[in-house]
Every structure is written in C-alpha cells, then in structure tokens.
C-alpha cells in the first residue's frame, strides 16, 4: 500500500507538469480576453472511434490523419466520401457544465465525449498573442484548434492553457476538445469512489490575448520582515 501510494505522488508531482505544455497564465479575470461559454455541439465515443484507426494507434500522432479523426472536423468532398460523423448536425451542450446532468442520457456515462465550438476573432493588435484557457474539465482531456492538437491535460479542478498565436484565424475557426472520465486504478476518483464522477467542460473556457511580451505568474505580499514593505 505505501509503495502504491509513493508511485501515485510521484506521478503527479512528475508527469503531471509534462502534460500541459504551456506555463499556466495566472490572474485571468483582469486580462483581455473572449468567452467561449455557450452552446458547444458534442458527440459521445465510448468506444473512441473517432480517436484510434483499427489498429488503436492514436489519429493525432499519424503523419496523414484519417478523415474519420473527430478533431479534423471533416465534411465529405462527394457523396462516395465516407464519413460517419458531423458536429454540425449533433446535439448541443452547455459549457460550462458537466454532461451529467444537463441530458438524462448521460446521467450515468463514463467515457470519451467529444466538444466542438465554432467561432470567429479579430485580434486587438497584429503581435498580440492568444492562448486558449480552460478554468477546469473532468478529467483527461485532449485539445484540437483547426485541427491542430495543442495538448493534453490530467486532472479535474485544476486550470490550464494553449497558445494558439499562429493557428486562431479571423473566420471559421473549429475548437474540438476530447473530454474522458473514465476512472482508473490510478486516477482521481480511483474505481471505487464515494463522489459522481462528473465530466465535461465544468467550467469557463476563454481565449486570453496578450502583449507579445508580458508577465505570466506574479504575486505580491508582505514583507515577514517588515510590515511596511511589499515583497513582490
């Protein structure tokens, strides 16, 4: 038990930093930034074949993504191109919120549901940067801006975000995110747990436009030597 309990700290404090590769923006309520909340069309995948081809090797680490990957968003070229799914004409979801409880078909559902938001976005100014923030999702998710995966985070309360300068577009721009709560033997809850295990997008989701330099992380306090002093 306390050999299994090490490796489950080691591999939070190890891995966990490695999934999401950009450095968390902090202090994003007083940023510019664009709401994505709303309406988002989803489509449920219990058995994500809209993730792995039948060999279940992932789309996203092919060279040439079949069509048939749900992050491509793909629409058929003529009548004999198959393609078996489409956002467009799928039910949707609000975001934030968790899918349990906002379709009674998904009340009891664990596994793979994919979103998908379709926007438009003027930058404020031609070096500005953008990022694409999620203040949490339960529980592994996998995000996608046309068609481009922008990475991966773990975990179900904890903040995370993308830059996305060089793939957002004026027009026409696709945000698919592939949200899995299925639990794991080493996940959080584990398989036997005393809380639902809720999924979805459970809170907002922005995109956050900056400088093209700026301060990430900052933190003001007192000074524990001397009150009238600001450590910053």
Do not use: C
């Not at 629409?75 to 799914?85: A, C, M, Q, R, V």
């Not at 809850?189 to 992380?217: C, H, M, Q």
């Amino acid at each position: 038990m306390k050999k299994e309990f090490l490796s489950g700290i080691f591999f939070l404090l190890f891995y966990s930093p490695m999934l999401s590769q950009d450095e968390l923006i902090t202090n994003v309520y007083n940023r510019t930034t664009t709401s994505l909340n709303g309406s988002w069309k989803y489509i449920i995948d219990p058995y994500e074949n809209g993730y792995y081809n039948y060999r279940y090797e992932p789309f996203d680490q092919q060279e040439t993504p079949w069509a048939s990957a749900f992050f491509l968003n793909s629409k058929p070229k003529n009548d004999s191109d198959l393609i078996e799914y489409d956002f467009e004409t799928s039910d949707s979801i609000n975001v934030p919120g968790d899918w349990n409880s906002q379709k009674p078909e998904l009340l009891y559902y664990e596994g793979t549901l994919w979103y998908m938001k379709s926007f438009n976005f003027k930058a404020s100014d031609a070096l500005a940067r953008q990022f694409v923030y999620f203040e949490a999702s339960n529980y592994k998710t996998e995000v996608y801006l046309n068609g481009k995966k922008l990475g991966v985070h773990i975990g179900g309360f904890t903040p995370f975000n993308f830059e996305i300068t060089n793939i957002i577009k004026e027009t026409s721009n696709f945000l698919v995110v592939k949200v899995d709560n299925k639990r794991l033997k080493e996940g959080i809850p584990t398989l036997n747990t005393d809380w639902w295990n809720y999924g979805g997008l459970t809170r907002d989701v922005k995109i956050i436009e900056t400088a093209s330099n700026f301060i990430k992380d900052y933190s003001i306090q007192l000074s524990p030597d001397d009150s009238n002093k600001i450590n910053g």
